[in-house]
């Protein structure tokens, strides 16, 4: 909304340019050069080229509905309108549909998004800075117009900024004549835009906030003002004990196959030959899902894979070009479909690249090695966690005993019918429950256990090669809090709730078996000895 | 469901660039609309008979104003039954016949429950009221006794102050220090004042401390949804156009003939049955009836059948049908498979449970859609977005989301529902769901 100035760099001060007091001065002149034009209320339409009903329709396929249906709600210039919620899964198109139609509409708006304005002030700054046309930069400190952070403000000051805006409006009707249209707002209604409005459910204030945001069209009582909601879940989430004036409903469904393959089919250089690729592979991955934003980035690797064996990429597939298109395509789509939403790692497409050709159609590409680094200490003592979590802890005594191995274990149990049922409850009891807690002392224990066990082996491999570890306390001990948190923060670890009587805080670990002896494979660690298995 | 949506909406902006003119059709809706937006306009009909609950009001604020006592009253009854409009309208009346013997303070209970926001608004609506300065500095006691010091001023020059306490109830919570400074202020001081208290629960009363309630007098005024017979009149005042406005003659005349046929027909009237099924108030049928006008057709300029069968599409929605039909098909499978979990372990299930169950169900039943446990994984997340499913527990984020029990927000007759009414739900989860039940 505006004309989008280049984000203001601040500027530190060095010794440099604060010994020589003109260069800040001189750049700062620039500075202010540039933004000597105020806003206006003519900066509160979307900005660019106002676009004709026709385009809006064509640049949402799918949408003309939904399109109709919102400007018949919106009316005639001037018209007043009562509080609409536009509402519908993730990305479907209602803030760009919401936002190109004022564009077409060429109306006054304010739009804030309660994703980027995550709490109930920056909320009401953010509409109160747009409305009294405020920009931050540096001159002011990148503050905002005025301190709002409680609603009964925050109305008062609405009130005044849009009686302000709504008088300028009128202004401009009175001195518009046809030949400054564009660039012009059109209307004395101004509209207020609220997106991501699920969000503030999860607010700390949200028993206040929501319901206020909900009555604000009540509480103001402006027929100027049109209040827009835009959300991902259905009004019926939005549950209070008192109640609220509901707005006007208006849904956003999922897109139909064939809308689907409409918006994929933009902006491809070889419309036919992407046709026919889409042909094959739309129907099997919209049984999965049908969201735009998981099907475009699971397309473009297969379309890749699809155009290998054409040599010219701008040709028209004819029939027997296709069958063998699709037949070259084919023994990819199975195991595709079960890395839908797989995200490559940079680095690992250079790697597969190159292997690429060494393997065999049909593999599943999941590499075997851990696709980031982790220092050493940090596996280790994410493969302590994870055995501190699986095993239970009576059987630490015997795992972990001086010659550090497990070998004791290998005792054959009769599997009687008894013992089958346990292991099935017990089975179902970790399905069900999941990872089970340990305390810090267990995690350390176990974790010097297995280094000391490693330093060893360590050793005993490198003989006299002078790295210079130490025994006992090595480098590997070190920081090893500091290891804990970053572990956590990476959400390999868990921190549970903590039990007075004991006192220490509890640790979970929430990596996958997999994943645990991918680590234990790049270190050459035996895990799977030491894994208790019921 | 949307078939009867009119869809000839022409962007008329572009055909007259002047702005100035407008269609006919255009001018009608636009005069329509504002009247739907306006309450007092909708609530001038019903101001006239004698024993309406605005001339009760209108009698009781009047006699204190006029004897110059204090006194304070209840309006209750569910929301958008037009207390705050009928209120508006009173006093809007007041204010015509006493032009400067009446001061209105309004507070609402969801800007203003704390005590200290209510009195800083408080003393700014007064200074604004009075011409004097108002300060954002001043604190709870300064304020406090500038409320105390303007009644007793006010009630010296004779002038009433009529506090409006809009969800009453919302300042009912915690101490109540601001409901008794206010009401031991107008006891003890020589004030002349009337606290209107505005409530959509009905036991408002209830809520108040015993010392608060002994000084509140017990009058209280309810307000009802409106019977068929109001609901009528009000359909026809709002929606006939005005014989005197600057419409033409002849087209408010087709325009008023046309909806009378409407109004009278069948069909409407099971409209309207259908729509007082679910809420009777007024907002309901106001939201109903502005989607009605909004649906229009701006190229006949009359208002159609069509119009309120649209309307009464999109108000009536049943969203997690919706939902359900835009889940893909692995959630369906999903939703399925909880649902026998459900069916066969009361107790609480989880994400692993459920992969166990669908696998079993590919196992048994060899179906095409057998996907991988993070594919499901991603499916089960989307459900949970869009609140067909929920998490039992609240532990947050120390347990990964594939352990945390989980429970189906539908019921068996609307998984149903959805399913049949699935684009292409494959026939095999229709007869498992059957089959349980």
Known sequence: MGEEESPQITRRT???????PNLNSAAETVLHNCNSQPLTHNDLVYGDEPISFDDLIC??????????????????????????????????????????IFRHLNRPFVYSSCLTCYSPRILFESILNQLLLHRKHEGNGYSSAKRCERPSEFVNLLREALGNIINSLKGNMGKSNSKKLVGQAKGQIIYLIFDNLELVRDWEKSSNILPFLFMLYDIMKMPEVGLIFISNTSPDTYYFNTGYTEPVPLYFPEYTEDDLRQILMRNQCNPKLYSSFLDVLLRPFSRITRR????????????????????????????????????????????SLNEIFRVEAGHNKDKAKGKGNARKAGVSEASDEVEFHMSTSAKYLLISAFLASRNPATLDASLFDSTGGSDNRKRKRKSSVKSVEQKETAEQELLMKGPGTFPLERLLAIYQCLTSVEECSFDEEQGTDGLGCENGDSGLMSDILLQLSSLCSANFMSKGGSCPLEGSTRYRCTVSEDMALKVARSLKFPLSKYLYRR | MLSFL??????????????????????????????????????????????????????????????ACNNSVLLLGPRGCGKIAVLELVLDDLRKEYHDLITVIKLNGLLHSDDNCALKEIARQLCVEHQLMFSKMASFDDNSQFMVAMLRECGLAHKTVIFVLDEFDLFAQGKQRLLYSLLDAMQSVT??????????????DQLLEKRVRSRFSHRKLLFLPPSREDLQRLLEHILLLPTDSSLPHDYVADFNAKLLNILAGEKFKEII?????????????????????????????????????AALSTIQRQPKLECLKDCSI????????????????????????????????????????????????RAFEHLLQCELISVVDNRGLSQSIEFRPVRLLISCHELNQGLKSHRSCPVILQKLVDREG
């Open chain 2, 330 to 377: 692995l959630e369906l499978y999903i939703l399925v498979c909880m649902k026998r979990l459900e069916v066969k372990e009361p107790d609480t299930y989880n994400f692993n449970s459920v992969m166990k169950e669908y696998k079993s169900i590919h196992d048994s039943f060899q179906t095409s859609d057998y996907y991988a446990r993070n594919v499901c994984l």
């Open chain 2, 191 to 204: 004030s002349q004042a009337v606290v209107v208290g505005v409530s959509c629960r009905l036991d408002a």
């Open chain 1, 14 to 20: 060095t010794r440099a340019s604060s010994s020589n």
């Open chain 2, 6 to 67: 009119p869809f000839q909406y022409l962007p008329l902006q572009s055909k007259t660039p002047s702005m100035g003119q407008k269609s006919l059709a255009e001018q009608a809706q636009i005069l329509l609309r504002s009247r739907l937006c306006n309450p007092t306009f909708i609530f001038t009909l019903f101001s006239d008979s004698p024993d309406s609950n605005h001339s009760k009001l209108k009698f009781i604020i009047s006699s204190s104003v006029t004897e």
């Open chain 1, 59 to 100: 640049s949402f396929p799918g949408r003309r509905i939904q399109i109709l249906e919102l400007l018949q709600l919106l009316g005639p210039l001037n018209s007043p309108v009562i509080p609409l919620f536009i509402y519908g899964g993730a990305c479907r198109g209602k803030t760009s549909t919401v936002l190109q």
């Open chain 2, 273 to 309: 049955e259908t729509l007082s099924n679910s809420d009777l108030t007024f907002n309901h049928m106001l939201r109903f009836l502005f989607s009605a006008v909004c649906y229009m057709d701006l190229e006949s300029g009359f208002m159609s059948l069509d119009n309120f069968k």
């Open chain 1, 292 to 335: 735009v934003d998981e099907l475009s980035t699971a397309f473009p690797a297969l379309y890749k894979k699809y155009c290998e064996p054409l040599s010219d990429l701008g040709i028209f597939p004819n029939e027997k070009m296709k069958r063998m298109l699709f037949s070259h395509l084919q023994p990819h789509i199975a195991p």
